[in-house]
């Protein structure tokens, strides 16, 4: 059989079984998160079962997998890719790692669901490519379409999936076969679709593109300029510190030979601040995105205070929680430090009287920013806000405010001791 017809037929079989995958755990995540919240609203003494009882099936589960323990999500899928000769996403090993995600999510801790859908394609890829005598380049290029095709179906962003692979996952290596890569995304997002129709409810840019972001900037002015470029270095710090904590709480951890009293140490501190505030649990981004009470708060030193107090404790709960041994993605939680960031810096400029850009328009740059910060990955947010916006007006605006972020958050990734992306 002709090679490039059998890589067609593989990609094929890899995203619809990616795609298929990837929308059941999105699926089981968003309901499983529904009953959570639905518990805890009928106690405060459920935000100390719920985070205790993950603590016990932690203890049960990871004891067995500690002789393989690897990494999950991005992580994951990159190390099988740097160690193509021999397998290492295997299906028990892939299996424990997703459960343990998905109640780690459903139960309030700051985690994402982005890592753990990337490590769905990456394993699926991994099967395939294993399952034959492939090249090893071959073998990277299937592991890479299953992760696209699975990142694409839950986020519906079949672009910013395959640039994202490209650039984070290969590291900018194989681009001769970004189109089976593009394809896998855009199929497995027709799964998707199929599947669930409209409703996808947990995709992080899904929520993005309902920004209502105006048609231009219509005086891009000195200003503007200045308002986005302090914006950008802003967002640009946020995603560098997020990378460096989460790379020194993960280096202690390590070092620590993955003590489990730091488990049991975070996951009281997790009650703890339950008990204080619903909004220290999970990484909710619909209070940043909701445009029309951003506008009608008042921006007074009060809510300036209490977005600045709960960034830093959510960014710092995230990061121990992920780096003390509780599973799940760092994507979405990056992201959500940079509208809660966006949101502070233009309440801050408000406050003072400097003109910005309207507030969609800052969550969005927040957004593109934030990716090229922490994820070291400035096309894929260009892309993500082009395929947000419907005018060419704001596109050099958003690159520049892109190069920025990711120029000004070098200094603290280069820091970390771990790298993640």
């Known amino acids: ?122 394993a699926i890829g991994s099967q395939v490519a294993y399952g034959d005598k492939f090249d090893d380049d071959t073998r990277r290029i299937l592991i890479a379409m299953g992760t696209a095709a699975a990142l694409s179906a839950v986020q519906r962003s079949p672009l910013f999936s395959t ?38 409810a947990y995709s992080i840019l899904s929520e993005i593109k309902t920004l209502e972001v105006d048609s231009s900037i219509e ?31 993960n280096f202690i951890y390590s070092s620590k030979n993955k003590n489990r009293l730091l488990t049991v140490f975070i996951v009281g501190v997790t009650c703890v601040l339950a008990l204080i505030s619903s909004d220290f649990l999970y990484v909710d981004t619909s209070m940043v995105l909701d445009t029309h009470m951003a506008l009608n708060a008042p921006f007074s030193p009060d809510s300036i205070r209490f977005l600045a107090i709960l960034l830093f404790v959510k960014l710092m709960l995230s990061t121990s929680q992920q780096g003390f041994g509780i599973h799940g993605g760092n994507f979405k939680p990056g992201l959500y430090f940079g509208l809660i960031g966006g949101m502070l810096i233009y309440a801050v400029l408000n406050y003072l009287g400097i003109q910005t850009p309207s507030y969609p328009i800052v969550m969005l740059i927040s957004a593109a920013c934030v990716i090229s910060s922490f994820a070291n990955a400035p096309l894929s947010a260009i892309v993500l806000a082009v395929e947000t916006i419907e005018d060419t007006g704001l596109i050099i605006p958003i690159i520049m405010a892109v190069i920025i972020a990711h120029l000004s958050s070098r200094v603290l990734v280069n820091k970390a001791k771990n790298k993640f992306y």
């Not at 950008?232 to 904590?245: E, H, P, R």
Request: hydrophobic fraction near 55%; glycine fraction near 8%; avoid cysteine.
């Open 219 to 249: 005086t891009l002015n000195l200003n503007i300029v200045f308002s986005i470029a302090i914006i950008a270095i802003f967002i640009g710090v946020v995603g560098g510190l997020y990378i460096f904590f989460l790379s020194e709480f």
């Open 1 to 122: 059989m002709n090679e490039k017809i059998r890589l067609f037929i593989l990609s094929s079989i890899i995203a619809l079984v990616a795609g298929l995958f990837a929308t059941a755990f999105d699926y089981a995540v968003h309901h499983g998160t529904l009953f959570s919240k639905g518990l805890m609203s009928l106690g405060d003494y459920w935000k100390v079962i719920i985070p205790i009882g993950i603590l016990i099936i932690y203890m049960i589960v990871k004891k067995p997998m500690e002789a393989y323990d690897t990494s999950y999500g991005v992580k994951a899928v990159q190390n099988e890719l740097e160690n193509i000769k021999s397998q290492v996403m295997t299906i028990p090993h892939v299996a424990s790692k997703l459960f343990l995600s998905a109640i780690s999510i459903s139960a309030g801790f700051a985690v994402g669901s982005f890592g753990p859908t990337a490590h769905i394609g990456g």
């Open 163 to 200: 640039i994202f692979v490209m650039e984070v996952v290969l590291a900018g290596n194989y681009f001769k076969y970004i189109i089976p890569i593009l394809y896998a995304s855009v199929l497995a997002t027709i799964v998707d679709y199929t599947l669930v129709g409209g409703n996808n």
